[in-house]
């Protein structure tokens, strides 16, 4: 059960919900550290350091993919996580370059792989509000703009909480927000991680909850703060007591992200395009789905029989 946690947990938000990897784990621990006599069939062991296991599968399986990471090629079958076939065929490239020299069809049968990181891209517009149309040195992007802001805004958040760096902005006025009987149970237990999170929040009678301050990224959206704030509470409510701030970030990111639909300066396509180089993991938003789309330019050259 530590390993299953370990290895859904490193793919948390790499991949869509009801989602679930494959994985091959080799675990290699002193005999002595182990216990196999715990489960008449052997279907379980018990570990001496639980806390160490889960830490190490964690980090070794998060390595893992974000070194593998792949951008879904735009017109193919493919998907973000490739079959056995092709990941064995990207690793044989990658690892030899020149012995798939001669397979002219070679580069436009495999999603296109970076490691960690992005080529440089240039915004040149913007298609139904919604996507950035962003050329590469080898092809052209379509990004979500709102699933890319998303990946921004939650790397940033860990890094700033992490630096002990968070910032909140205060409201202009104290903004009152009715609970309901139901999310007034869990307050006891809600009200420290929110506060945690950023908001400065405190019970006000009944069932109202008054918000003194916001986390500053969520203040900057321009959107309605007391739905965000519910729909957040719910998140941070529904949280396990071990990784319930990555589950609540992924809603708070979701309320202050820009949104489909919104007109963007170019600048504005800019400062998601660099800033999201400079995630670790900038091909997927924190939801798992994929932040873009690629269309090489050998494509281009096919679709219009240059080649």
Not at 30 to 52: G, I, M, Q, Y
Not at 55 to 64: G, L, M, N
Not at 114 to 123: A, T
Not at 158 to 180: F, H, T, W, Y
Request: hydrophobic fraction near 40%.
């Amino acid at each position: 059960r530590i390993l299953t946690r370990a290895v859904l947990d490193a793919y948390r938000d790499l991949l869509p919900s009801r989602r679930y990897p494959i994985v091959v784990l080799l675990l290699e621990v002193n005999p002595t550290k182990l216990d196999v006599n715990v489960h008449p069939t052997k279907a379980e062991v018990r570990f001496a350091e639980p806390d160490a296991i889960y830490e190490a599968a964690y980090r070794a399986v998060r390595t893992a993919v974000s070194d593998s990471a792949l951008v879904p090629r735009l017109g193919s079958p493919t998907q973000a996580t490739p079959d056995l076939s092709s990941f064995s065929a990207l690793l044989h490239a990658r690892a030899a370059p020149s012995s798939v020299g001669g397979e002219p069809e070679a580069e436009d049968q495999l999603p296109l792989a970076f490691g960690n990181v992005l080529p440089p891209l240039r915004p040149v517009g913007q298609i139904q509000q919604t996507y950035i149309v962003a050329e590469g040195p080898d092809g052209l992007y379509l990004v979500d703009q709102h699933a890319a802001h998303e990946r921004v805004l939650f790397e940033r958040f860990l890094a700033d909480r992490s630096a002990g760096k968070l910032a909140s902005q205060g409201l202009i006025s104290p903004l009152p927000v009715s609970l309901g009987s139901q999310r007034l149970a869990s307050l006891e237990r809600v009200l420290p991680r929110l506060r945690e999170m950023g908001f400065d929040a405190e019970p006000f009678g009944g069932d109202v909850l008054l918000i003194r301050s916001v986390p500053a990224l969520l203040a900057d959206n321009g959107q309605s703060l007391e739905p965000s704030l519910l729909d957040i509470y719910d998140a941070v409510a529904a949280g396990d007591d071990d990784r319930w701030l990555e589950h609540s970030l992924v809603r708070l990111v979701c309320h202050a992200a820009v949104r489909a639909g919104q007109t963007l300066e170019l600048a504005e396509m800019r400062d998601i395009l660099r800033s999201l180089e400079s995630t670790a993991s900038p091909r997927t938003c924190p939801h798992g789905r994929p932040t873009m789309l690629y269309l090489s330019a050998m494509q281009l050259e096919k679709e219009f029989r240059r080649r």
